[in-house]
């Protein structure tokens, strides 16, 4: 089965800052990929999808890139509302497995 | 509006049987595959179990394959999980999720609320 990765594990940042998360696959994946945002006691929130497609009413300060094995999430100006923990998921062949995810916090 | 409302959740013995559902609403029911994902207390996601929206195809987790049965009723717009001989590690919040098309291979647009499995004596 495929693997994934996330780096780093956790940030913190200040707001305005540009953030950027790394996702890696063991293998190629094409552009099967897909970052959630999971803010505290909430339930999981679709970013982008196909790797870099931003998904409707989501702020355009969230983008991503890559294909094959490593991806990227930007998050180009954080917000203090951003403080959550993101994951990505690859939905190429099951299993759709998703990555440990990246907790993300405000200083 | 789509929504998803899961439900039979509750408090089991290990190696007992539950069997989750999620009322679906708000969409065309059959015209999107579903995912079930779970996620312990304190913990990351983990994927499931997926079905296509024909119910002919269904993928499991090697973490449950054996033990737990997707199944859905296109009739009743209800997506169903049966959990047999559940163990400690089974014990999170079992989210419903539909997938943005009716075959498996997409992302998850919308999620349920969850609800609480929890395995112990």
């Known amino acids: 089965d495929i693997q994934m990765t996330q780096s780093p594990s956790s940030l913190s940042a200040s707001v305005g800052d540009r953030v950027t998360i790394t996702c890696r696959a063991s293998q190629g994946i094409s552009n099967y990929l897909a970052w959630y945002q999971q803010k505290p006691g909430k339930v999981p929130k679709l970013l982008i999808y196909a790797a870099s497609t931003l998904q409707s009413g989501v702020p355009s300060r969230f983008s991503g890139s890559g294909s094959g094995t490593d991806f990227t999430l930007t998050i180009s100006s954080l917000q203090p509302e951003d403080v959550a923990t993101f994951y990505c998921?690859?939905?190429?062949?099951?299993?759709?497995?998703f990555g440990p995810g990246t907790k993300v916090d405000v200083k | 509006e789509v929504q998803l409302v899961e439900s039979g959740g509750g408090l089991v013995q290990p190696g007992g049987s539950l069997r989750l559902s999620c009322a679906a609403s708000?969409?065309?029911?059959?015209?999107?595959?579903m995912n079930w994902v779970r996620q312990a207390p304190g913990k990351g996601l983990e994927w499931v179990s997926v079905?296509?929206?024909?119910?002919?195809?269904?993928y499991y987790a090697d973490s449950v394959k054996g033990r737990f049965t997707v199944s859905r009723d296109n009739s009743k717009n209800t997506l169903y999980l049966q959990m047999n001989s559940l163990r400690a590690e089974d014990t999170a919040i079992y989210y419903c999720?539909?997938?943005?098309?009716?075959?498996?291979?997409?992302?998850?647009?919308?999620w349920g609320q969850g609800t609480l499995v929890t395995v112990s004596s």
């Open positions: 998921q690859k939905y190429n062949t099951a299993p759709f497995t």
């Open positions: 708000g969409f065309p029911f059959s015209n999107y595959a």
């Open positions: 079905i296509s929206g024909s119910g002919d195809s269904t």
């Open positions: 999720a539909r997938i943005a098309a009716a075959n498996t291979h997409a992302e998850i647009d919308y």
